[in-house]
């Protein structure tokens, strides 16, 4: 039986961890939990075979049973990567999956995505609270030498930790229907306010059978790496669901996050406009 393909995806410090180990928590499906290097490497093989001279000129004679191969080993890669997962449906986290949801799809035409989101003030303001306890230690892309409106300004350019995953985000709205049809927003939010419904729909909507979970009791699984990201990302798990306190953010700091990205605040937080 070949699984369900699930890719958890979205914006950082939104509950993937915590949206993971409650998935992990359903008898019918396999979730490691830490993020995955399968989408990352999809995409460094479509890199590599565009610019493989013997492929490509495959393509000049025999274009249509050229791409079917292409086609058929990047669909056994991907499926033979989680082959002994043994369970209905298998999750599989990384970032990326949402910039590269039509790939996907193009090789697992039924596969769905969990985009985890979260108000963005309060994204920074967890990054920096972070900071702020590691402060001996940069980023890995250096930002510790920054001040903190430099610092929440560069988190959110284009190729940083918040900035990359919303340009995706905010690319949503111009896919196909149907791509968008395969996408599950869920906000940080509502999963700490009600976590049982929450994951009650989800699992619904993922196809599942009927699962109650205990937000009180939640299994340990295992830990993803920290060290990784210079330690400004923690990856914690909790024995229970526990609403974290509210970080206080500069008025000026979360009036610049509000403005420049209003699009995000009227599609998912419409209260806040």
Not at 27 to 42: A, D, K, Q, R, V
Not at 98 to 126: D, F, M, T, W
Not at 195 to 214: K, Q, V
């Amino acid at each position: 039986m070949i699984p369900a393909f699930v890719g958890v995806t979205g914006l950082p410090r939104a509950g993937s961890t915590l949206l993971c180990q409650l998935l992990a928590q359903h008898p019918e499906i396999h979730c490691e939990g830490h993020s995955s290097p399968l989408c990352n490497t999809l995409l460094g093989i479509r890199r590599m075979i565009s610019e493989d001279t013997f492929f490509l000129s495959q393509l000049d004679t025999q274009f249509e049973q050229s791409y079917a191969h292409l086609t058929s080993a990047m669909q056994g890669f991907l499926r033979g990567w989680h082959h002994d997962c043994g369970k209905k449906a298998v999750v599989d986290k990384n970032r990326a999956w949402l910039h590269a949801i039509e790939l996907l799809l193009h090789i697992e035409p039924n596969a769905k995505l969990i985009v985890c989101l979260r108000e963005l003030g309060q994204i920074y303001g967890s990054i920096e609270a972070q900071h702020q306890r590691t402060i001996l230690v940069d980023f890995i892309d250096h930002l510790a030498d920054f001040d903190r409106f430099g610092r929440a300004d560069m988190l959110f350019a284009k190729d940083k930790a918040i900035g990359a995953p919303l340009i995706s985000l905010h690319a949503v709205a111009d896919l196909p229907k149907h791509v968008q049809e395969r996408l599950y927003f869920i906000r940080f939010e509502d999963l700490m306010e009600r976590p049982s419904a929450c994951m009650a729909h989800l699992y619904s909507w993922l196809g599942l059978s009927p699962f109650e979970i205990d937000p009180d009791h939640l299994v340990i699984g295992l830990q993803e790496s920290d060290s990784h990201y210079h330690m400004k990302y923690s990856h914690k798990q909790a024995r229970q669901v526990s609403k974290p306190k509210r970080h206080d953010i500069p008025p000026r700091i979360q009036a610049q996050i509000e403005t420049a990205c209003s699009w995000f605040y009227q599609l998912y937080y419409p209260q806040k406009m």
